[in-house]
């Protein structure tokens, strides 16, 4: 895998022997700060972008390697669903992005597969 991490989540902030959060992540949950769209960062719409410098069969032929990248993010996050149920304070939360995160890779093969549509080489036109 290029870049990716394992899943696993380091604890970022510090519990109180109840349990309970440390106030700085209780100060962020409740800030007034709306939640804004994180920017997209993909190497698969790079690629995109950039087909008319390189041609339409090279971007095909670099694309098509996602498919081992994201089955592999399938497996991970399968793993990452079997781990929730030992959490049972987080498992709701924790199946829920995970549900997003299948989402977001469906999406990604979707578009995979209409990129290799539409940069599909011209068929010959068949005599009859």
């Known amino acids: 895998m290029h870049g990716y991490s394992?899943?696993?989540?380091r604890a970022s902030t510090t519990s109180s022997p109840s349990g309970s959060p440390s106030s700085a992540t209780s100060q962020r949950a409740r800030s007034l700060a709306?939640?804004?769209f994180t920017p997209v960062k993909s190497e698969l719409l790079l690629?995109?972008?950039i087909a008319d410098l390189v041609g339409?069969?090279?971007?095909?032929?670099s694309i098509t390697t996602i498919r081992d990248d994201i089955s592999e993010l399938f497996t991970r996050v399968g793993e990452a669903e079997v781990r929730a149920a030992a959490l049972p304070s987080r498992t709701k939360y924790l199946l829920l992005v995970h549900g997003f995160l299948r989402r977001l890779l469906d999406l990604h093969l979707e578009f995979?597969?209409?990129l290799e549509r539409e940069l599909a080489p011209d068929e010959p036109a068949v005599l009859e």
């Open 56 to 61: 339409e069969e090279v971007t095909r032929e």
């Open 6 to 9: 394992t899943g696993r989540v």
């Open 34 to 36: 709306p939640v804004r």
């Open 47 to 49: 690629r995109l972008l």
């Open 112 to 114: 995979v597969d209409d």
